[in-house]
């Protein structure tokens, strides 16, 4: 006798849900969920000025949840419904049941050969759309928060508010429609396996193009920027590189052998690229970074991303050698020799670790795309990178095609959603608020044992009970963020 879970004609099984593929969907998507929360709010809250570690972690805290409201209001159907232009979709809710419980389908990704006879059928997972819905939110989601890495330590946390609903329609959702939605990429054969240009790319140019409009940190802290917790920050990256197991191994919409195929893909890079990065720093600077152990393990991430199911794993060591060193070269070397780059405030550096390095690794595909791997996923048939001949030159130049236009988009929407908001609030925040940081800017410190001279008034924030009050009343201490200070 079967239990009624294994039952397959109950209204909640339906004949065309497989539960293994749904399984791992919804995982993988809790996986890349848990990249950004908590694993960049820790990161980000860690690898800054201590005085700045409340703000850093709450930006991305809040992109968290701005994208997903967004993204089931109107979002998801923009980058994965009807099409409205080759580059964009039809918005619309995805809220309703009748939406929700139906099998998954992403309605412009069938493909049809030149004489209009189909190559390959629309894409419909064995599971319903909201897995589907809540899998692509949390791929959003980590881009604004990428994003956010090269403005922390000034942005005005009121116009990051209002730009992070703003890039989501009309940056975000672009990119996606137009590589993953069946938009004029799609269907030309642009390959980004897993977000190498739908989220590394457009971060890294959006997240420079945003530094340059919002200005630069204050001096002192452009200067002396050192991080308040290296050990957190390691738990932060360490959750970031675990999550990315369901980064890339979501992105066939099935527990397939492709996904365990750009899961091992995923790891070798990473782990790679961390050696050659740590290697270059031992070599050039006398001394390992665990800093920069964490930088070479993002470039090594994202230069596989967009290829991790499509190269073999000798390729995934190859791209790891140059993900490890190419971004350091560009971090390391070419950033201090460019009046441009030095000229912009890229906190975070995201520039190198995402747009370099998701330029780089959508570049490698075009050139080590494995046919027979290419035919597991991909709309478009005989696609393979230039290495196997046949038409993998005109692949490697589809590549660059394509990251020229997502680069071009996002210089151009970052630049008008900014200049839009500055004509209502102040991109960049005052300099008395620059001073003093988070206490600032939010009431609140993240370290309570400890401080830099602010004083905390626990009335004005929140702490109004009476015993409390009570305790620190007539006391010779100053009050310090939720703790206190001995003054001696």
Known sequence: MTTLAYEEHLPAVPPWLNKGDNAWQMTAATLVGLQSMP???????????????????????????????????????????????????????ALGQRYLIHRAAVPESKHFYANGTIETDMNEPF???????????????ITLILLAGSVLGRMNIKAWMAFVPLWLIFSYTVGAFSLWGG?????????????????????????????YWVGPRLKSDRERFPPNNVLLMLAGAGVLWMGWSGFNGGAPYSANIDSSIAVLNTNICAATSLLIWTSLDVIFFGKPSVIGAVQ???????????GAGVVQSWAAIVMGILSGSIPWFSMMILHKNSTLLQKVDDTLGVF?????????????????????????????????????????????????????????????????????????IPLRMPDEQLVIGDDAVHGEEAYALWGDGEKYDPMKHGWHGSSYSEQIAPSQHVNGARGVTIQL
């Not at 850093?56 to 923009?78: G, H, Q």
């Not at 599971?127 to 989601?141: G, H």
Request: glycine fraction near 14%; charge should be positive.
């Open 39 to 93: 694993g960049l709010v820790i990161l980000y809250g860690s690898i800054v000025k201590k005085k700045w570690a409340v703000n850093s972690a709450f930006m991305a805290l809040y992109a968290f949840a701005a994208v997903l409201i967004c993204w089931v209001l109107v979002c998801y159907r923009m980058a994965f419904g009807h099409k409205l232009l080759p580059f964009w979709g039809k918005g619309a809710p």
């Open 127 to 141: 599971y319903p759309m909201a897995s589907l819905v809540y899998f692509q939110f949390t791929f959003a989601a």
């Open 183 to 211: 938009g004029f990429l799609y269907h030309w054969g642009v390959i980004d396996y897993s977000g190498g240009y739908v989220i590394h790319l457009s971060s890294g140019i959006a997240g420079f193009t945003a530094a």
């Open 296 to 306: 070479g393990m993002m470039t090594g991430l994202v230069c596989i991303t967009p």
């Open 352 to 424: 190198h670790t995402h747009a370099v390095a998701g330029l780089l690794g959508g570049a490698l595909t075009g050139l080590l795309a494995e046919p027979a791997l290419c035919r597991l996923i991909l709309p478009v048939g005989n696609s393979r990178g230039a290495f196997y001949g046949g038409s993998g030159g005109v692949q490697f130049l589809k590549q660059l095609v394509g990251a020229l236009f997502v680069i071009g988009w996002n210089i151009v929407s970052t630049t008008v959603i900014l200049l839009t908001i500055r004509l209502f």
